[in-house]
Nanobody, 124 residues
């Protein structure tokens, strides 16, 4: 399984970015799967941002609800994270992750497959 993220960059507070994650060797059509976006800031632990399961049911970290939207395009085998109203505290390296554990949730240890990460920097 290979996950390749793209779309990171630098924006001012209030701006938007869309992250993409292309999956190779992992199918989005499997009912029993969960994909997620995680982030890690320097000196902090990796934290779950948003997840989506095989039925399209989503879950979000409280601090990003209403601002971030996770979605998937099964035809393109690609996962997305639309990030609006970005804040400086959203600055981190963002990682795409995949699991065949439907109950993995927002816990990083539940995901065996990870991308290399893409940097998001939000300036005030």
């Amino acid at each position: 399984v290979q996950l390749v993220e793209s779309g990171g960059g630098s924006v001012q507070a209030g701006g938007s970015l869309r992250l993409s994650c292309a999956a190779f060797g992992y199918t989005y059509n499997d009912y029993y799967y969960r994909m997620g976006w995680f982030r890690q800031a320097p000196g902090k632990e990796r934290e779950g941002v948003a997840t989506i399961d095989g039925n399209g049911i989503t879950d979000y970290r409280v601090s990003v609800k209403g601002r971030f939207t996770i979605s998937k395009d099964t035809a393109k085998n690609t996962l997305y994270l639309q990030m609006n109203s970005l804040k400086p505290e959203d600055t981190a390296t963002y990682y795409c992750a995949a699991s065949y554990n439907l109950w993995a949730g927002l816990v990083a240890s539940g995901y065996p497959y990870w991308g290399q990460g893409t940097q998001v920097t939000v300036s005030s």
